[in-house]
């Protein structure tokens, strides 16, 4: 009994180390937190149940069978946010840089399913390479099954995406699906594939930030709703805007004191949508 416990000891460890202390420092060097550290934020204190801990990938093919990491890139579970019930899937890049495998996906659906059954937001804290390239369609099958339950899931709770790192492929093609998108400036990008396989594919050299950064999305593509300037910030906002919408459709809107008088003018509201429809606004 007592190597079962020792046993399971050293996959919770194992599960909370992630890519190792080397690939952390890295993610600190880079003025990011960790997968754990931004629930830590995000969430109020203690309230956080993981679920999925032990989870790890199948994939046998290019020697993955000897690289195997408890929780497989993605911390899952739910927790409180000013006593409200959310779910949450906070993708880890120091494993395997956040790339999704068929069994990543999977605990990402069930976290959406648990939220849609119950009917409280989801939160996701991505930042991920995409696919993972090591288990080929089994991986794309993986957001197949991602996209369908952000289909199902609109309309019915909300959904709300932090992009918190480099986002490529699926990464960014799920979260474009959601209600509301926060990225981070200088720290997180959305693109279709990264400037490398740019450069090897059309030859063309672009850098991160013009290919897919915080300021793209949030003034030219109208891909993201915010740009904030850290992590921190990003996490508290994502706290902030709970705060504004209902659990799910079953639930009424929540109501906030505001000293914004009810009959203050906003004239820009005049102007805003253009009178063309072919305008971009
Ligand atoms: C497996 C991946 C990975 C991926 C990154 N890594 N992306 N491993 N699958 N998709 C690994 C790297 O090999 C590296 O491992 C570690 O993560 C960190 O990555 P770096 O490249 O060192 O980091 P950085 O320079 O910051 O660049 C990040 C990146 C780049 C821009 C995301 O890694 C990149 O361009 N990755 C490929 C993106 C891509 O084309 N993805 C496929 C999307 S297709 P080591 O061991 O060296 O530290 C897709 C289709 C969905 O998602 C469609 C569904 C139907």
Redo the contacts with the bound molecule.
């Keep these: 009994m007592s190597a079962n416990i020792a046993e399971m000891e050293r996959r919770r460890e194992a599960a909370r180390m992630g ?1 190792g202390q080397k ?1 952390i420092d890295a993610q600190h060097a880079k003025g990011k937190l960790t997968a754990r550290e931004r629930l830590d934020v995000l969430l109020d204190e203690g309230s956080f149940e993981e679920l999925y801990t032990y989870v790890e990938h199948d994939c046998v093919d290019f020697g993955m069978q000897d690289q195997k990491i408890p929780g497989d890139g993605v911390v899952t579970g739910s927790g409180t946010i000013n006593g409200r019930l959310v779910y949450v899937f906070s993708q880890d ?1 120091t494993v ?5 495998s068929k069994r990543h996906a999977e605990k990402i659906c069930k976290v959406m399913d648990n939220a849609m059954k119950v009917g409280a937001p989801v939160i996701g804290l991505n930042d ?7 288990e080929g369609v089994a ?3 993986g ?2 099954e991602v ?1 369908q339950k952000n289909v199902l899931a609109s309309g019915v709770v909300p959904q709300l995406s932090l992009i918190m ?7 960014v ?1 799920s979260p474009a699906m959601t209600d509301f998108i926060f990225m981070v400036k200088d720290s997180s ?1 959305m ?7 740019v450069k090897t594919v059309t030859n063309e050299e672009v850098t ?1 930030e013009d290919l897919g950064g915080a300021v793209v999305h949030t003034t030219k593509t109208s891909v993201a709703d915010l740009a904030l300037e850290n992590d921190i910030e990003a996490l508290l906002a994502a706290r902030e805007l709970i705060g504004f919408v209902p659990e799910s459709n079953r639930d009424p809107l929540p109501e906030l004191p505001t000293d914004d008088p009810w009959d203050r003018r906003e004239d820009s509201l005049d102007t805003l949508i253009p009178a063309s429809s072919n305008m971009p606004y």
């Design positions: 890519g690939r890049f395997f840089g956040g790339s999704l991920s390479g995409g696919a993972r390239i090591q991986s794309l099958g957001y197949a996209f790192g480099p986002c490529a492929g699926g990464a093609y990008y693109f279709v594939t990264g400037p490398d396989v991160q």
